[in-house]
């Protein structure tokens, strides 16, 4: 189902579009919202048929304790960011500072998933 980590990060994907999707009411969103599961559903699909089922499957035990350390660890810094931006007075930051946060989560994730080019 995660072939190539391509499911894991189509989901993650839909999730950041859903919440995007707050600037918007009524059709708008509703259509977007719809727009975003079918790219969702489709990049799955094509994953599950293009890619070899070598390219992927679940983490062996030592490299999932690993990937989950380092996204409890992403957690804890995207709940800091969010505490101490509103408390100094800067919630406009909140965005930015988290999407740094998970930007360079990606950098130790590299080795666990042994993908450099992340």
Do not use: K, Y
């Amino acid at each position: 189902m995660f072939r190539s980590g391509v499911g894991f990060f189509v989901l993650f994907g839909l999730g950041w579009w859903l919440l995007g999707l707050s600037a918007f009411d009524g059709l708008t969103r509703q259509v977007l919202v719809m727009v975003g599961c079918a790219v969702t559903a489709g990049l799955m699909l094509s994953a599950r048929r293009f890619l070899p089922s070598s390219a992927g499957g679940p983490l062996p035990g030592s490299r999932r304790r690993r990937f989950n350390q380092i996204n409890g660890l992403q957690w804890l810094l995207i709940i800091a960011v969010a505490a101490v931006c509103r408390h100094v007075g800067v919630p406009v930051l909140i965005p930015p500072l988290i999407a740094v946060v998970v930007g360079f989560h990606f950098l130790p994730l590299a080795a666990v998933f042994e993908q450099p080019r992340l």
